[in-house]
Every structure is written in C-alpha cells, then in structure tokens.
C-alpha cells in the first residue's frame, strides 16, 4: 500500500481547510461592519491593551477642559457684574464731584449738599450689594450676606450712630444742633481728619459698615492655575467714598456755618476723587483676571482640539481601510464557498465507470 | 509443485483479498471520522508460497499526536484565561458603545472614568462653592465611583467563582476521561497478548488523551506492554495502569481575600501557590490563574483604589494644637472609626462607600464638603471653614488637590508604591487590557498553532479516498485474476480426471 509522503493529504483534512479561514473572515468581517459604522474599534480594550489607561487619561483630561472652560464662563459673569457694578460707583462719584466743584457756601444751601451726599449713598450702597447668581460680589469670601448694611435704616444704622457719638464727644453737641454754628473750619476739618476718618477703618468700618471678607475668592481657570475672582468691600477705595458720602449726609444740611461746610465739601471731594482713583486699580485688577479668563479658554481650547485629536487617533478606524477590508473578506469568503464545492467534486468516485 | 498446491494459494489469495478489502473498507467508513489513524493489512508469503494478513498496523506518529495534545492544552489555557479577563475588561470598557450608569458620561464606568468625573465635579464646585446642587453634583459623583469600586469587586467576586465551578467541571471530565481510557488502555494490552487488531482501541485511547489536554496538560509514555501511562505536563502520575484519583472542592461563595480549594492528585496539590508541581497548561490551569492570580491581583488594585480615596478625602483634626486622629471623610466604610492602612485594603472595594453625613438623600449635609466636618458633623475640630463664609474653597481645593497629589501604594498590587490616584487608576486599566490583550493574542494564536497541529496529524495518519479506491481498483483486478485463475486450475483438473 501507499506509504507516507509530503505529498498525502487526508481527505478530513482537506475537507475541513477552509473550515477555520472561512470562520475567522466571518468574524473579521462582523468586526469590520461593526467599525465601519462606530467609526472606532469595535473592541477598543483589545485594540488598546497597556495603552487603554493613557487613551482614557485623554479622555479625561479633555473633559476636565471641558468643565473648566464652563465654569470660567460663570466666574466671567460674576467678574463682569462686578466691573459693571464699578463703573455705576465711578459714574455716581464723578457726578458727585461735579456737583461739589459748583457749589459755593454763599450761593447754594447745605441742604442740596445733604441731598448729593445721600443719594450717592444710596447708589454706592446699591452698587455694593450686587448680586451675580445668588452671590454677593463685593462680599469676598462670606458672599452669602449683603457686605454692606444699610446707613438709613430705621433703628438707626450702627454706623449712623457712631458718627454722631464721635460729633458729641469732639464738640458736645449734635450737627442738627443750632450751637453747631459756632465751629470753626479748622475745628471741623480737625474732626474730619481725625476721629471721623477713624471711623472708615479697620476695626471699625468692619464692625459698622462691612460684612465683607477681606478674604478674595479665587476660582481654577486652567489647570493648575488659580486667580483672585473677586474684591470686596474692605478696600479703601469703597473706605473713601463712604467717608465723602457720609460726611455730606450728615454735615451737610446742619447748623454748621458756611466755612465750616465749605470744609466739608472739600475734604468729601478731595475723598471722592482719591476713592474714584482706588476704584480704577480695581476695575484695572479685575480686568486682567478677565483677560487671564479669556487667554485661558483661548489656550484650553486649542489643547483641546490637539487632545481630541489624539484620542481619535487612537479609537477611529480609518474608513478607507475598513472599507477595503470588508471588500477583500466578501471577496475571500466567496472564494472559500467556490473553492469547498469544488473541492467536493475532486474525487475519484466521480470519474469510474459505474459496473 | 502441484495443481492443490495451486488451489491452496488461491484460497489464500481470496482470503488475503478479503482481509485487504475489510480494510479499505474500514479506512473509506471512517475517512470523516476525526483522529481516525488509517490502518494498513500486513501481508506475508505463507509455505504454500501464497500470502496472508499477517496483522493490521494504524499509521500513527507520536510525534504530531503530542503537538496536537500540547498545542490543544496552551489553546485552552488562554481560552480560559481571555474568557474571565473579557469579562472583567468589560467593567472598565470605555468604547462609544459601552453603556455607563451615570448615562451622561463617554468614557465608560471604570473607577477612573467615575474618578476623573469627581475631579470635574469638584472644580465646579470649587467655583460655584454656594450652590448646593454643584455641592449634590459632587456626592452624586462620589457616589458613582464607589458604585463602579462595588460593581467592579463584585465583578471580581464572579469571575473567580465562575472559574471556581469550571474547575470543578473540568476536575469531573478528566475523572470521566481517565476512567475511560482504562478500559481502552486494557483492551489494548490484552489485544497485543491474544494478538486481536487493536487498532480500534488504540484509536480511542490517543482521543481520549486529545480530550485530556483540552483539561490538563499531559504527557504519555507506552511501556513494552503497550501500556500506557498520563503524567500532568509538570509531571504528576494522572493513569499508570490505574487512573489515580483527581479531587477538588468548590467553593461556591469567593469573597475578596478568600482563596478556592487546590486541585489534587493522590494529595499532591496540582494548582495553587503550595503546589509542588503545578501544571502548566489545559483548561484547568488557565481557570486556576484567573482564580488564583490574575483576578485577585486585580481585585487588589480596586482595593488599593479604594483605600487611597479613603486617605486622599480624610480630615484631620484643624485646631492650632492637633490632638485628634485623621478621620475617613467623603469616603468611608460602613462602621468604620479609623483611616484604614495601604498595607491592609482587603475589602475596602466591596465596602467603600460616600459618608451619609454628605448625603442629602439619607439626611446629610452635602455643604460640609466645602466646610468640613464630614467625619463627625458638629465638632469643631474637624471644621475647616472657620469663619462660615459661603464662598470660602480652601477646603474643596484640597480634595480636588487630592486626586493628583502623588500618595503611597503598597506595591504588591504590581502598580508600583507611589503615584497619584489618577494615575494609578489609570494604570489599572492599562495593566486590565494589556492581560486582556495578551491573553486574546495568545488564545487567537495557540488555537490557529493547534488547528494547524490537528491538520497535519491528520495528513499524516488520516484516510485519503483516492488513495483507497486506486488500492479498491487493485483489489478488484487482483480478484478477478484470481477468480480467472481458479477456473483455469478447475478446467485443468477436469481435464486430468476425463483423461484417466
């Protein structure tokens, strides 16, 4: 019989060859469908392997962009009512000015400087107690409060009270007092100078006027960096214009002779015009936080755009490919199809003479 | 020489004829028949000067039969393994297609993913500290990730007891397969006494060695009886004249740390880090790696994981002069007192979970994140925002801190012994898909390796049906010669006997 040689095929085995080519194109091609319409990987695990942890650490840095560049847009709007809130206080302090630079003791009455001061008050208390969200912009840290309290309020305010207190023990009177007239200029720019521009600071102003936090909130905007998204209301620009304001809502329709509100003009509007100095550096410092916040976005948005990128790279099939490779499959299994019927016939049994 | 003579061997022929064609008959019935080895009819010249079969052989090779045998033992083997390690890749899946609880998220519900979500949520808060639902976000967020901690070590939990109840079904099918092969193995040794054609039960021995390795590695030797005998590929005695007996307890319930039973032959652990000689390949090697190594390492990771969380988001004690212990805060156990240490976290995955003193669905407080307190609400020691100021981030600019900040691990989770928790949940997934990968390559490649092996012992030793109908052709000629002859000799003789 036939012994053994290189060239003995087992008809099992031929029969069965294209068994597993034709199951592993099959499954290659579902895979190809699956990619073909995903556009990814249809196992990306698989693809991956020791890269999963790096394509998924794109993944999620592209998200932490993504949640920073919204968030800015919160920290812009807070910052933009602050910048508008600022200019209100600017605006109202440079008609206050207006107003000084033209009245004359002899001329105008105490009461229209009275009538400057309050409403100036008023405008700045409004200002100061903007609210962006539920937040108090000019509160720094402890923005859940209004930072500053209400002058006019009815019992009188705190601040109300210690200036008149501070007017009693300088002058044993009271402004509305009519022996308030015999005070002199110098007597009264003393006082203003003095114990009433003590009032303004530190402890005091905390205690009577601020809630604030001298305590700045800060924001991430890019990652890694952090900035000051806030002022408030313990800066001496704030200080100054309450100081002016006040001085006129309280000295300002009193007994005090002409000289003595002549004083207090001039010093409320050599205050205003200090206060409305300060106001500029802030506005100014919270501008660069604003354009700090836009170069950010700029930047993270161009990382972004490189980070997607690399994430595609490494998850997206290139659809030529693909498409290609579910041509060459069809092709390969149909040729398999051809090739096992043919293969069928390749047999001796075919070709003799039936007896 | 005379004309009986001549009848002799032409009974001779007929009978050699016959026997030739039992044969080709026999090679044309099995030729689809899988590890069928062709037999071939020996024939002698007998006295008479005719010719007999003398025995029939199958055309065996050793040789391919053990390739066969080894390459089908490797192909299970990473079969097994791929099988478990898919299942637990699919926890960590970040494909489009893959599904995530939190639904919003595209990066799948691996603890990374639900880790990278909270720094997200974190950063929002951060910037909006006065809104309480950037304050819910974050809980919600912590919540996920200790869910994909929990799903993740159940997951493990799984894999370990489906391997577990494999190996018990792959201990019970080589008992099967061993019992079998007694009989087959006696039938041959008592065949090659009495001189009966074995090549039947030969057959059925070498397939019953093929299902074998598909178990548990083996190796064969055949003694001068024809005995022959099954070692483990590492060498332990399986069958030498007598299957030895495979035991193996299940163990239904694998619980994080827990170890499954070791399988045994005779005693002698087979599987197993006590084992001696542990075996290398088959399906029940492959199954004893996922249970005993490949997944509790993982499940180690996930505990590591979790453990670094527990530390990252504690509180410590905030008066000027520290008196008090640091206490878990956003992330706890249930009951527990104290930080747990890196070198102890076994368990800490199926436990972790966010402290209800945040959770404002079981009567929590979610703004204590911003301000402290978590780890035990209303003591002041551990309050960060001192002042209560409601936009105050100090606090909530640590923990998003934490996340990055590079901690200590304990490095026999294979991770190394220092990174950031980012980092090293990262690298978890890498080290999950790499296994994942190697074990699908190596599975894909060892089963093309063992389809090869089976295709070229079965030319080798297989039937080709040409090759038996040519030999049918020759029989049949070789018959009707003989049949021709016998009428020649008959016509012969009729015409001695007329002549007398």
């Given at each position: 019989?036939?012994?053994?040689?290189?060239?003995?095929?087992?008809?099992?085995?031929?029969?069965?060859?294209?068994?597993?080519?034709?199951?592993?194109?099959?499954?290659?091609?579902?895979?190809?469908?699956?990619?073909?319409?995903?556009?990814?990987?249809a196992n990306l695990g698989l693809e991956l392997g020791e890269q999963s942890g790096y394509e998924l650490s794109l993944k999620e840095q592209v998200g932490q962009l993504q949640t920073l560049t919204s968030n800015n847009s919160i920290v812009s709007?807070?910052?933009?009512?602050?910048?508008?809130?600022?200019?209100?206080?600017?605006?109202?302090?440079?008609?206050?000015?207006?107003?000084?630079?033209?009245?004359?003791?002899?001329?105008?009455?105490?009461?229209?400087?009275?009538?400057?001061?309050?409403?100036?008050?008023?405008?700045?208390?409004?200002?100061?107690?903007?609210?962006?969200?539920?937040d108090y912009v000019f509160g720094g840290i402890n923005s859940a409060v209004p930072p500053m309290a209400d002058y006019y309020s009815t019992p009188a305010s705190m601040a109300k009270t210690a200036i008149d207190q501070a007017f009693q023990t300088e002058f044993g009177v009271l402004p509305s007092d009519p022996a308030a007239a015999t005070i002199s200029a110098s007597a009264m720019q003393g006082f203003l100078s003095g114990p009433f521009a003590a009032l303004f600071q530190g402890a005091s102003w905390s205690a009577d006027w601020s809630q604030a936090s001298s305590t700045n909130t800060s924001a991430e905007i890019a990652p890694g960096e952090t900035v000051t998204t806030s002022t408030n209301l313990n800066e001496p620009g704030f200080q100054e214009l309450a100081q002016a304001y006040a001085?006129?809502?309280?000295?300002?329709?009193?007994?005090?002779?002409?000289?003595?509100?002549?004083?207090?003009?001039?010093?409320?509007?050599?205050?205003?015009?200090?206060?409305?100095?300060?106001?500029?550096?802030?506005?100014?410092?919270?501008?660069?936080?604003?354009?700090?916040?836009?170069?950010?976005?700029?930047?993270m948005s161009s990382q972004l755009t490189i980070l997607e990128q690399q994430v595609d790279n490494l998850d997206d099939v290139n659809a030529n490919t693909t498409a290609a490779q579910i041509n060459s499959l069809t092709n390969q299994i149909q040729m398999a199809y051809e090739l096992t019927s043919r293969l069928q016939e390749l047999n001796l049994a075919q070709y003799l003479p039936v007896p | 020489m005379s004309l009986s003579t001549a009848f002799n061997v032409i009974s001779s022929s007929f009978a050699v004829n016959s026997g030739q064609t039992a044969v080709v008959a026999n090679n044309i019935a099995n030729a689809n028949t899988p590890g069928y080895s062709r037999e071939i009819a020996n024939v002698v010249t007998n006295s008479y000067g005719g010719a007999d079969v003398a025995s029939v052989t199958r055309e065996a090779n050793a040789a391919l039969l053990e390739h066969v045998s080894s390459s089908t033992?490797?192909?299970?083997?990473?079969?097994?393994?791929?099988?478990?390690?898919?299942?637990?890749?699919?926890?960590?899946?970040?494909?489009?297609?893959?599904?995530?609880?939190?639904?919003?998220?595209?990066?799948?519900?691996?603890?990374?993913?639900?880790?990278?979500?909270?720094?997200?949520?974190?950063?929002?808060?951060?910037?909006?500290p006065t809104s309480s639902s950037a304050a819910d976000a974050v809980v919600s967020a912590a919540s996920d990730l200790a869910s994909s901690l929990n799903s993740g070590s159940a997951t493990v939990d799984q894999v370990r007891e489906q391997a577990d109840q494999n190996m018990a079904a792959s201990v019970g099918k080589i008992n099967s397969l061993l019992s079998q092969?007694?009989?087959?193995?006696?039938?041959?040794?008592?065949?090659?006494?009495?001189?009966?054609?074995?090549?039947?039960?030969?057959?059925?021995?070498?397939?019953?060695?093929?299902?074998?390795?598909?178990?548990?590695?083996?190796?064969?030797?055949?003694?001068?009886?024809?005995?022959?005998?099954?070692?483990?590929?590492?060498?332990?005695?399986?069958?030498?004249?007598?299957?030895?007996?495979?035991?193996?307890?299940?163990?239904?319930?694998?619980?994080?740390?827990a170890s499954g039973a070791p399988v045994t032959v005779d005693g002698v652990p087979i599987t197993g880090a006590n084992s001696p000689m542990?075996?290398?390949?088959?399906?029940?090697?492959?199954?004893?790696?996922?249970?005993?190594?490949?997944?509790?390492?993982?499940?180690?990771?996930?505990?590591?994981?979790?453990?670094?969380?527990?530390?990252?988001?504690a509180e410590s004690d905030q008066s000027a002069t520290p008196t008090l212990p640091s206490l878990p805060g956003l992330f706890t156990t249930p009951g527990a007192t104290s930080l747990p240490s890196m070198n102890a976290t076994t368990g800490l995955a199926a436990a972790i979970e966010v402290n209800p003193n945040v959770d404002s669905s079981q009567g929590g407080n979610p703004s204590l994140l911003r301000d402290g307190g978590v780890s035990d609400p209303g003591n002041p020691a551990y309050t960060y925002n001192t002042t209560g100021s409601a936009s105050y981030t100090g606090r909530i600019q640590q923990l998003a801190g934490a996340i990055s900040t590079t901690q200590s691990f304990d490095s026999s989770a294979g991770l190394g012994a220092s990174s950031s928790l980012a980092d090293y949940a990262n690298a978890s997934v890498s080290w999950l898909q790499g296994e994942n990968q190697q074990a699908s390559d190596s599975s894909s490649y060892q089963n093309a390796l063992a389809t090869q092996a089976t295709s070229a012992l079965s030319n080798a030793t297989g039937v080709n049906l040409d090759v038996e109908m040519t030999n049918m052709l020759n029989l049949e000629n070789s018959y009707a010669s003989t049949a021709k002859l016998l009428t020649t000799v008959n016509s012969m003789f009729s015409a001695v006997l007329n002549a007398a």
């Open positions: 019989m036939t012994s053994m040689s290189a060239n003995f095929v087992s008809s099992h085995a031929l029969a069965t060859s294209l068994v597993l080519p034709v199951m592993q194109a099959q499954s290659s091609l579902a895979t190809a469908m699956t990619e073909e319409s995903t556009g990814q990987y709007t807070s910052l933009s009512t602050a910048q508008s809130a600022l200019s209100a206080i600017s605006s109202s302090a440079q008609t206050t000015l207006n107003d000084l630079a033209t009245w004359t003791a002899g001329a105008n009455s105490g009461a229209s400087l009275q009538n400057t001061g309050q409403s100036a008050l008023q405008s700045l208390m409004a200002s100061a107690n903007a609210t962006s969200g539920d001085m006129l809502s309280e000295f300002g329709g009193s007994e005090l002779s002409g000289a003595a509100q002549q004083a207090v003009a001039d010093a409320a509007s050599s205050l205003v015009s200090q206060g409305m100095d300060s106001l500029t550096n802030i506005q100014a410092g919270l501008g660069s936080t604003q354009s700090a916040i836009a170069s950010a976005n700029s930047s | 033992s490797q192909a299970a083997t990473q079969q097994a393994i791929s099988d478990g390690l898919a299942t637990l890749a699919q926890t960590v899946d970040d494909s489009s297609s893959a599904s995530s609880t939190s639904g919003a998220n595209q990066n799948g519900a691996s603890p990374s993913a639900m880790l990278a979500n909270l720094q997200s949520a974190l950063t929002t808060y951060e910037d909006s092969f007694t009989a087959a193995n006696n039938a041959v040794v008592t065949g090659l006494q009495t001189g009966a054609n074995i090549a039947s039960a030969e057959d059925t021995r070498d397939s019953i060695v093929t299902q074998l390795a598909q178990q548990i590695g083996v190796s064969t030797v055949t003694a001068a009886n024809g005995s022959e005998s099954i070692y483990t590929d590492s060498g332990v005695t399986l069958f030498q004249d007598t299957p030895r007996t495979v035991s193996f307890t299940a163990t239904p319930t694998l619980v994080d740390g542990p075996i290398q390949s088959g399906a029940l090697a492959g199954y004893a790696a996922l249970r005993d190594t490949l997944a509790p390492e993982y499940q180690t990771q996930l505990d590591q994981i979790a453990g670094g969380l527990i530390n990252a988001f």
